[in-house]
């Protein structure tokens, strides 16, 4: 997949599944993706959970950890 289908499945997703995507599901996804990209789409990458939160403005642990236990749910 590329970015775009990546950002279409995303909105897709959300526009079937309104009230389950919040903002920061969004912020969380595109920033792996764009991560991802970064690192020339590598099978696995590292997630460092305090970087991340501070990228996508996100000051608690239990907030990322949801948002990305749900993408991780919603198979996005």
Same mark, same amino acid.
């Given at each position: 997949m590329? *970015?775009y289908?990546? $950002?279409? =499945?995303?909105y897709?997703? @959300? =526009?079937n599944n309104? *009230?389950?995507?919040?903002? !920061?599901? *969004?912020?969380?996804?595109?920033y !792996?993706? %764009?991560?991802?990209?970064?690192?020339?789409?590598?099978?696995r990458i $590292?997630?460092p @959970?305090y970087?991340t939160? $501070? !990228?996508?403005g996100v $000051?608690?642990?239990?907030t990322?950890?949801n =948002?990305l236990? %749900?993408l991780v749910?919603?198979?996005?």
């Open positions: 590329n *970015g289908e990546l $950002s279409k =499945a995303f897709n997703f @959300s =526009a309104i *009230g389950t995507i919040k903002p !920061i599901h *969004g912020m969380l996804y595109f !792996i993706i %764009d991560l991802n990209n970064r690192l020339d789409w590598v099978e $590292s997630l @959970s970087h939160m $501070s !990228i996508i $000051s608690s642990y239990k990322y950890k =948002a236990e %749900d749910e919603f198979k996005l």
